[in-house]
């Protein structure tokens, strides 16, 4: 089991520490409900005039916070001597197309 964190490259991301998604497909989904329910219109509106691909990142389930954290390498975590304890290079994010996305059309 993972965790996830989710984010639309213009809209609002999310870093989900539950260890109950099984895949990609299991987070996508719960990301989608919390921009619903966190009554989001920035990120609402990001993902319906914005084409672009969501990045969802699986984390195993045994991280926990900033360990969890780490792993997005949006953040560091030290050992006592000042070494990097995670050497995350470039997390392996998967896009996903964006299903809200409504192309406007012409007037």
């Given at each position: ?36 329910r966190d009554n989001n219109p920035f990120g609402r509106l ?29 953040c560091s975590i030290w050992n006592e001597d000042g070494s990097?304890?995670y050497e995350v290079e470039q997390p392996d994010y998967v ?13």
């Amino acid at each position: 089991m993972y965790h996830a964190h989710v984010q639309h490259p213009m809209g609002s991301g999310y870093m989900m520490q539950t260890g109950k998604f099984r895949n990609v497909e299991d987070a996508l989904a719960a990301y989608l409900e919390l921009v619903d329910r966190d009554n989001n219109p920035f990120g609402r509106l990001a993902l319906e005039r914005n084409p672009q691909p969501i990045r969802v990142l699986l984390i195993p389930g045994h991280l926990r916070g900033p360990d969890a954290m780490a792993a997005t390498g949006f953040c560091s975590i030290w050992n006592e001597d000042g070494s990097d304890a995670y050497e995350v290079e470039q997390p392996d994010y998967v896009s996903v197309p964006n299903p809200r996305y409504q192309e406007l059309a012409a007037t």
